[in-house]
Nanobody, 127 residues
Framework: QVQLVESGGGLVQAGGSLRLSCVFS????????MGWFRQAPGKEREFVAA????????FYADSVKGRFTISRDNAKNTVGLQMNNLKPEDTAVYYC????????????????????WGQGTQVTVSS
C-alpha cells in the first residue's frame, strides 16, 4: 500500500515562498505519476501541478503557472512543490497525490484519476 506524507506547510506573507515535500513509500516511486492538489475552505479540491514518471513532463494550473514548480527525486522517493510569490488566494490545504498510471492514461486534472492521497498540509498566506 502506498503512503504519502506531506510536510512544509505554514504561514507566510504575500510575496513569500514555501517549499512543500511529499515522501512516497510502499511501491516503486519511479513508476507513479505524482501530483499536487489544494482545497480552500468551502471549495472543491483543485488541481495544482503534476509530473510524469520520469519527471520529463510537467503540468500546472493557470493560477500557479510561473510561480510554482513541481519536481521529483526518484532516488529519495520525494516530490516537491516550490511555491514563490505566494498570494492570499493560495491559502488552502495542499495534498500530494500518486497514481501507478502515467499522465497520458487519463484526465489527471480530475481528483478521480489519482489512486493515493496524503493527509494534507496547511498553507496560509497573509496579506
Amino acid at each position: 500500500q502506498v503512503q504519502l506524507v506531506e510536510s512544509g506547510g505554514g504561514l507566510v506573507q504575500a510575496g513569500g515562498s514555501l517549499r512543500l515535500s511529499c515522501v512516497f513509500s510502499g511501491r516503486t516511486f519511479s513508476r507513479h505519476a505524482m501530483g499536487w492538489f489544494r482545497q480552500a475552505p468551502g471549495k472543491e479540491r483543485e488541481f495544482v501541478a503534476a509530473l510524469s514518471w520520469g519527471g520529463g513532463n510537467t503540468f500546472y494550473a493557470d493560477s500557479v503557472k510561473g510561480r510554482f514548480t513541481i519536481s521529483r527525486d526518484n532516488a529519495k522517493n520525494t516530490v516537491g512543490l516550490q511555491m514563490n510569490n505566494l498570494k492570499p488566494e493560495d491559502t488552502a490545504v495542499y495534498y500530494c497525490a500518486a497514481d501507478p498510471r502515467n499522465l497520458d492514461r487519463g484526465n489527471f486534472y480530475d481528483t478521480g484519476f489519482w489512486l493515493y492521497w496524503g493527509q494534507g498540509t496547511q498553507v496560509t498566506v497573509s496579506s
